[in-house]
């Protein structure tokens, strides 16, 4: 249930989050439907505005909320992070938690590749492609924190680890 913590510095127009870590789950789900198994745990958490479909293969970020993005079915190669951020391979079970600001863009993909993706309660994702105005890295930083982890719930490992990134923010800043 651990999921991998990979944090980005901004990156060219990729502003990323400045202090919360992407959440990189491998092999999270093993449903037969894992489409129909990541839309029951994602509302099942409580996340909203659950779509289906893929990544888009050119580089955005979103300043108004945060995503999570099961991998449902087929593999992928994505980047994540902006231009000189990580590439990634993904495959079917794989399940990425992306913070407001993180960029991310699908490089290549399986012909029967399909991403499940959520947000928390409240938030909206934008498409921003553009550097990132001040009020929108504003934005990004102030976005709440989800109360669950999209995956496992209020016992899920997202808001301890994401609580400890915003604490060690506060007591840097202090």
């Given at each position: 249930?651990?999921p991998?913590?990979?944090?980005?510095?901004p990156?060219?127009?990729?502003?990323?989050?400045?202090f919360?870590?992407?959440?990189?789950?491998?092999?999270?789900?093993?449903d037969e439907?894992?489409?129909a198994?990541?839309?029951?745990?994602?509302?099942?958490?409580?996340?909203?505005?659950?779509?289906?479909?893929?990544?888009?293969?050119?580089?955005h970020?979103?300043?108004?909320?945060?995503?999570?993005?099961?991998i449902?079915?087929?593999?992928?190669?994505?980047?994540i992070?902006g231009?000189?951020?990580?590439?990634?391979?993904?495959?079917?079970?794989?399940?990425?938690?992306?913070?407001?600001g993180?960029?991310?863009?699908?490089i290549?993909?399986s012909?029967?590749?399909?991403?499940?993706?959520?947000?928390p309660p409240g938030?909206?994702?934008?498409?921003r492609?553009?550097?990132?105005?001040?009020e929108?890295?504003?934005?990004?930083?102030?976005?709440p924190?989800?109360?669950?982890?999209?995956?496992h719930?209020?016992?899920?490992?997202?808001?301890?680890?994401?609580?400890?990134?915003?604490?060690?923010?506060?007591?840097?800043?202090?």
């Amino acid at each position: 249930m651990r999921p991998e913590i990979l944090k980005f510095s901004p990156n060219g127009r990729v502003p990323n989050h400045p202090f919360l870590p992407v959440l990189l789950y491998r092999a999270a789900l093993d449903d037969e439907d894992k489409a129909a198994g990541f839309e029951r745990r994602f509302s099942g958490a409580g996340w909203t505005g659950i779509w289906r479909n893929g990544i888009f293969s050119y580089q955005h970020y979103h300043t108004g909320a945060h995503e999570v993005l099961g991998i449902a079915a087929g593999e992928a190669e994505v980047l994540i992070g902006g231009d000189e951020g990580r590439k990634l391979a993904v495959s079917a079970g794989d399940c990425l938690v992306l913070p407001a600001g993180t960029g991310h863009r699908r490089i290549s993909a399986s012909s029967d590749f399909l991403v499940v993706g959520a947000y928390p309660p409240g938030q909206d994702a934008d498409i921003r492609t553009e550097a990132a105005t001040p009020e929108q890295l504003g934005c990004i930083a102030g976005l709440p924190l989800p109360e669950t982890d999209p995956l496992h719930g209020e016992r899920g490992p997202l808001p301890a680890i994401w609580t400890q990134a915003a604490g060690q923010v506060s007591k840097n800043q202090a």
